[in-house]
């Protein structure tokens, strides 16, 4: 018997946290977690990785729907949503990035890039607009947009900065990092 779909995303979403946590975590630490028996985690993801793997292209699936809702036709109120929009995804981002393991993982790199192209074109429409400082790259702001929301959620978890803060906090820091 299988495990139904409604079970299986509170499954990821457990294990996610999980992951983020501690990156060596096991199964059993994840079934552990999410309440389950090792023996049902196994019938649905059969080894670490396989698990590893359907957390990633949740988290893709999660941040596409983030880029793809927050960019619209103006890019500095786009930029804003889209500030808003990543910061709750902190944990996602980590995951994505702090897991070697999934470096290994072709297909996943290649909808990374899926994602992030839209997301790159959108910063390019941003420098054209002159809400960047010349000679910022696209790239460049893609990455320092990752950086400011990861570290936002980071400073909300940790209990430095209040949540309602945190999406402006990390929008000023952009902006004053690579803004105009």
Do not use: C, N
Not at 43 to 66: F, G, M, N, W
Not at 150 to 173: C, F, Q, R
């Amino acid at each position: 018997m299988s495990v139904p779909q409604r079970t299986a995303k509170s499954i990821l979403e457990i294990a996610a946290e999980v992951l983020v946590r501690d990156a060596t975590a096991s199964l059993a630490q994840v079934a552990a977690a999410a309440g389950i028996g090792r023996t049902t985690l196994h019938k649905r993801y059969p080894t670490r990785q396989h698990l590893l793997v359907a957390v990633a292209e949740e988290s893709l699936d999660i941040l596409d729907r983030a880029v793809t809702e927050a960019i619209g036709d103006d890019p500095g109120e786009s930029l804003r949503d889209l500030v808003d929009a990543l910061v709750p995804l902190g944990p996602r981002l980590e995951f994505l990035l702090r897991q070697p393991s999934l470096d290994a993982e072709p297909e996943l790199q290649a909808r990374w890039v899926q994602v992030d192209r839209p997301l790159t074109e959108f910063m390019g429409r941003v420098a054209e607009a002159g809400l960047l400082r010349p000679g910022v790259a696209p790239w460049w702001a893609v990455s320092s947009l990752y950086a400011v929301a990861y570290t936002a959620w980071e400073g909300v978890a940790l209990g430095k900065l209040a949540p309602l803060d945190a999406a402006g906090l990390a929008y000023g820091t952009l902006m004053g990092g690579i803004g105009r």
